[in-house]
């Protein structure tokens, strides 16, 4: 029996693969059997898995996605790309470029792009920051707040078989506490379920397991919910939400980026929220775009505005290392600051700096950079502030020491090897808000009142950034 067996030793369990052998002629199962590199490629349907060149043809007759694929294609809310952004919008806006726009730029693409700059580039794209950042990052305020509405889940007054972790239920409270706040959730208590108006249906993009529709239904009374995601998840909400009698839901399984929301049929002409938590990089921008239907006409428009179709919106952004200069939303109002594609992509590099630090820590919890540079020289006791200048003065000294020690140019690399942790962290800081003021501009010129907060402290998450909105006329 031991000799059909997969002879791959597993050294954490002190044993042998205990799988079947793949064939005759191998001695390794379909796991651990190696394999040529160069054999292999990513399933076209599904790129998450590869498979070998020579059996293609039959793989994509049978890929268990394929199945989903099709159904999807003929649902009426799917339109490929519809969400996606506008690969000529440079052109339009009359910017000059050498090279398409990038389907998907890599963060090692980005990095590389960082690396290549001369010292002279890179001062001057950090000091384009700072300017940037002082000139429209100045209303972000700290807004953490729980709800009375929510007291039940943060008294743990829940069903013990609904998932506890105190600091995504910390999160989800204050996004509904601010939503509440801000005039467009009531709470449940004295409210008439029977009106429309009071309980609007809900849209949470990028639900995952859907606890933060969970919540919102327990707490505010929803009466309808669509969560869309494009994952098939584990333990989801689904199943606690049904037993619910007064509460109709419906997952629509579908990347964000394809979906019509126009299209949804039980969703025409309904009054809705659009939630969304720890929307990931580019499907923050996705979402918005989704929602706010700037691909419509003006007849849709004024349309969906006589019916209230959108009634308001809050997401929280995150991995802005993730962005990518196609899909995001305000192209526009970032080449007129004078950041071009190339500098966009830098910038939405260095956000990945400001979650490497110790957020434990008060001095790194940003509502304002300037005033945090101050205290972050306190806290250091270096007697030196901290910032673009502070930056780039450290530069010139590298620059100076390594061509006096070695007599070779520095370049970027060298100087983002040498920066402080504190410096990384401020500059991160400023970059995540930089990207996260041009979307909330952008939800302006699209007639919502809105604004962005910090809706927890970043000793809970650095990823603290909320845009919230709703209808003027709801003001």
């Known amino acids: ?46 790129p998450s898995h590869s498979v070998l060149k020579e059996n293609l043809d039959g793989h994509v007759k049978r890929c268990p996605l394929l199945k989903q694929v099709r159904s999807l294609s003929q649902q009426p809310f799917y339109n490929k790309g519809i969400n996606a952004g506008k690969e000529d919008d440079e052109e339009e806006l009359g910017a000059v470029t050498s090279t398409a726009v990038e389907d998907n730029v890599t963060s090692e693409m980005k990095r590389n792009a960082v690396h290549s700059m001369t010292v002279p580039e890179f001062c001057n794209l950090i000091k384009k920051i700072e300017s940037v950042h002082a000139l429209i990052c100045n209303g972000i305020c700290d807004s953490f707040k729980i709800p009375e509405a929510c007291g039940m889940w943060i008294k743990r007054e829940i069903d013990r078989k609904l998932p506890f972790q105190e600091k995504h239920v910390t999160q989800q409270a204050s996004i509904l506490g601010n939503l509440e706040e801000f005039g467009v959730l009531k709470n449940s208590v004295g409210v008439n379920q029977d009106d429309e108006k009071a309980t609007p249906a809900v849209v949470e993009f990028g639900a995952g397991r859907g606890y933060l529709t ?18 098939s998840y584990k333990l989801k909400a689904d199943r606690s939400l049904r037993q619910k009698e007064s509460l109709t839901i419906e997952r ?13 049929e039980s969703l025409r002409n309904v009054p809705y929220l659009a939630i ?22 003006q007849d849709d428009v004024e349309h969906c505005s006589s019916n209230n179709c959108i009634r308001g919106l809050s997401i929280a952004t995150c991995c802005h290392h993730h962005c990518q200069w196609k899909h995001y939303t305000n192209k526009k109002y970032m080449l007129n600051l004078g950041i071009t594609k190339e500098a966009f992509h830098a910038i939405s590099w260095f956000t990945s700096w400001a979650v490497d630090a110790d957020h434990g820590l008060d001095h790194l919890d940003f509502s304002d950079s300037r005033m945090h540079l101050e205290s972050i020289e306190k806290e250091l006791g270096s007697g030196l502030p901290v910032g673009a200048e502070d930056i780039v003065r450290n530069m010139k000294a590298v620059e100076s020491e390594k061509e006096l020690g070695s007599g070779l140019p520095v370049g970027a690399e060298d100087i983002v090897r040498n920066m402080k942790a504190d410096e990384r962290a401020v500059l991160g800081f400023m970059c995540k808000q930089i990207i996260d003021a041009g979307r909330l501009m952008w939800m302006k010129e ?17 990823e603290n950034h909320l845009l919230i909105a709703k209808l003027a006329s709801l003001s």
């Open 1 to 46: 029996m031991g000799e059909t067996r997969c002879k791959f030793w597993l050294p954490k369990k002190n044993r042998f693969c205990s799988n079947a052998r793949l064939n005759d002629s191998s001695l390794f199962c379909g796991n651990h059997n190696r394999r040529t590199d160069g054999q292999w490629i990513p399933c076209p349907i599904d």
């Open 214 to 231: 969970q919540m919102l239904a327990d707490c505010y009374g929803t009466k309808r919910v669509f969560l869309v995601e494009r994952k």
């Open 252 to 264: 629509l399984r579908i990347d964000i980026e394809d979906l019509d929301l126009r299209a949804v």
């Open 276 to 297: 969304g938590k720890h929307l990931c990089g580019p499907a923050t921008d996705l979402a918005l775009r989704c929602c706010l239907m700037e691909q419509y006409t």
């Open 446 to 462: 699209q007639g919502l009142e809105a604004k962005l907060v910090k809706y927890v402290p970043s000793s809970i998450s650095p």
